[in-house]
C-alpha cells in the first residue's frame, strides 16, 4: 500500500510539475525569445581566397549543431556607407531558442573540433550577442 | 564616329555586365541570396530607459518597411566571453531578398521619418550588411 501510494505521489508529482512549466511558460514569458549569435571573422590573410574558402568548409560543418535554428554565411555585402564596417572577412549569424541552447553550441564537439581545426585561420573574431523577442 | 564608337562601347559594356551578371546569378548561385543587415545602435544616453524605449518604438514603427523579410530587435545578452562586444544599446537585424530591396528600404518614407524623428537618439550606429546564400 506505501508502496503504491508513493508511486502514485511521484507520478502525480511529475504531473504537476510538468503542467506548472508549460503553465509557467505560457504566463512569464508569452512571446518566445529569440537568441541572435553573430560573428565576424577577421582572418590573418584576408586576401587568401584558399583560406577563405578553408573556414567556409569549416563552418559548413559547424552549421551542423543541432541547436542552431537559423544560419547565415555571407561576405560584406557591396553597400559603401561611411556607418558600414565591411573590414572583416565572413559573416556568421545564428540563431538559437534561448541562451542555454547557445551554451550548448559553445561546449558542442562539432563546435570545438571547429576551433580546434579552423582557429589558425582567424586573427580575431568580433562576436554580438543579443536577444529580444520572436517575431 | 568617335561619339558613336563611344556610345556603343558603353551600350555594349552594360550589355556584357548585364549578361554577367545574369550568367552569374544563374551558374554561380543556383540558391537565392539573403541579404543580412545588422544595425548595432550606440545611444548618446545609454542609461536612460525612457531612450531605449523612444528607440525601441521607433524600431517598431521602422519594421513595417515592406520590403523587410524578417527583423529582429534585441539588446546585448548577457553572454560576456572576452570576444563580445556588448556596448551597444540596442540590436536591429533585418533580412532583404537582395540588394535592391535594401536600397528601397534606405529610401522609403518610413525609414527617412525614422532617421528625422529618432536619430537625436544616438551617437554612432555600426551596420554590418553582408550577403551570402538563403538556407
Sequence with gaps: MKGISRRNFVK?????????SIIGT???KPAKEL?????YFYLKNPSSEADKAKLLEGLE?????PTIRMVHIGVPAPTTRSVIVRDYSISWLCFFDNL???EIYQKHPI??????DYSHLWEKVNVYDSVGPKR
Design 12 to 20: 502525480n508529482t511529475a504531473l504537476a510539475t510538468g503542467a506548472a
Design 26 to 28: 505560457a504566463e512569464a
Design 35 to 39: 537568441f541572435v549569435h553573430h560573428v
Design 61 to 65: 560543418k559547424l552549421s551542423k549543431v
Design 100 to 102: 542555454e541552447e547557445e
Design 111 to 116: 563546435h570545438l573540433k571547429f576551433v580546434e
